[in-house]
Nanobody, 126 residues
Framework: QVQLVESGGGLVQVGGSLRLSCAASGRRSFDVYTMAWFRQAPGKERELVSA????????DYADSVKGRFTISRDNAKDIIYLQMNSLKPEDTGVYYC??????????????????WGQGTQVTVSS
């Protein structure tokens, strides 16, 4: 089973930027899996923020973050990133990276993600 470890969260003011990282280990082939970032705000359900295909050739974003967030991956290092710019208070939440069961599959329904990191807190203050 893959282990996912997020980092890079923190407290930032409105309009600021953060870069999240997620390092994967324990799985033989990282570069055959779509990867994704989810977030969960207090009192709300977890939502898909962004996903990236196994080779980085395709990406997807929630409407609320389009034009502000950029997902990327480095398959040589088994890491994915989420560059978050122009942050808003509504971006506050715990951000999780996730990996699905199936390989070479994009887009992946949120219910198909079965490996999760522990999450990293992002707080945007106004």
């Amino acid at each position: 089973q893959v282990q996912l470890v997020e980092s890079g969260g923190g407290l930032v003011q409105v309009g600021g930027s953060l870069r999240l990282s997620c390092a994967a280990s324990g799985r033989r082939s990282f570069d055959v899996y779509t990867m994704a970032w989810f977030r969960q705000a207090p009192g709300k359900e977890r939502e898909l923020v962004s996903a990236i295909s196994w080779n980085g050739g395709r990406t997807d974003y929630a409407d609320s973050v389009k034009g502000r967030f950029t997902i990327s991956r480095d398959n040589a290092k088994d890491i994915i990133y989420l560059q978050m710019n122009s942050l808003k208070p509504e971006d506050t939440g715990v951000y999780y990276c996730a990996s699905p069961r199936r390989t070479f599959y994009f887009p992946v329904p949120p219910s198909d993600f079965d490996a999760w990191g522990q999450g990293t807190q992002v707080t945007v203050s106004s």
